[in-house]
T-cell receptor
Framework: GIQVEQSPPDLILQEGANSTLRCNFSDSVNNLQWFHQNPWGQLINLFYIPSGTKQNGRLSATTVATERYSLLYISSSQTTDSGVYFCAVAIQAGTALIFGKGTTLSVSS | GAVVSQHPSWVICKSGTSVKIECRSLDFQATTMFWYRQFPKQSLMLMATSNEGSKATYEQGVEKDKFLINHASLTLSTLTVTSAHPEDSSFYIC???????????FGSGTQLSVL
């Protein structure tokens, strides 16, 4: 099956710093989503981005489908950005997402 | 936007009892729903695919007789953990694809603790 690798596994930042999270995948995908899992376990959908670039406030994401990777950018990080960020992909539309192992982000004030 | 509602949010039960978790798609229909399990400090692992009107398909290593899935309508799928044991304690999350079959929407999850 498809492999999803996220890096780095852990990231510690000071408030106000910028960061880039990476997601590599081993096959062509029809769906790619980035999530933030909060301390209560809830998955917050950040981006649906099988290709191209999107921005939402301090967050932006880019997926280069031909090279099989996606990047999540967090600018001016805040303590509320702390948590686990997951990249998940699906080969076909409407099928289950396969999750990477996540990046655990800790932002301190 | 589309919402997936999951209940209960948390449940504590005694070993040997059964627990039912509900997953509802609000304001949209879902012929397919997905059930995931997440152990502490790990990623989400797909357990099974729930299909409306037909049998669920299970991932390798998931016991279909232990994790009963019913998808009786276009908006409701249920996962029943039968004869739960402490090793079944985990976070269970359901999801459903949008009607355009683009992105997946996720429920808020159920934390199951088996004593």
């Amino acid at each position: 099956g498809i492999q999803v690798e996220q890096s780095p596994p852990d990231l510690i930042l000071q408030e106000g710093a910028n960061s880039t999270l990476r997601c590599n995948f081993s096959d062509s995908v029809n769906n790619l989503q980035w999530f933030h899992q909060n301390p209560w376990g809830q998955l917050i959908n950040l981006f649906y981005i099988p290709s191209g670039t999107k921005q939402n406030g301090r967050l932006s994401a880019t997926t280069v489908a031909t090279e099989r990777y996606s990047l999540l950018y967090i600018s001016s990080s805040q303590t509320t950005d702390s948590g686990v960020y997951f990249c998940a992909v699906a080969i076909q539309a409407g099928t289950a997402l396969i999750f990477g192992k996540g990046t655990t982000l800790s932002v301190s004030s | 936007g589309a919402v997936v509602s999951q209940h209960p949010s948390w449940v504590i039960c005694k070993s040997g009892t059964s627990v039912k978790i509900e997953c509802r798609s609000l304001d949209f229909q879902a012929t397919t729903m997905f059930w995931y399990r997440q152990f502490p400090k790990q990623s989400l692992m797909l357990m099974a695919t729930s299909n409306e009107g037909s049998k669920a398909t299970y991932e390798q290593g998931v016991e279909k007789d232990k994790f009963l899935i019913n998808h009786a309508s276009l908006t409701l799928s249920t996962l029943t953990v039968t004869s739960a044991h402490p090793e079944d304690s985990s976070f269970y999350i359901c999801s459903a694809p949008s009607e355009a079959n683009e992105k997946l929407f996720f429920g808020s999850g159920t934390q199951l603790s088996v004593l």
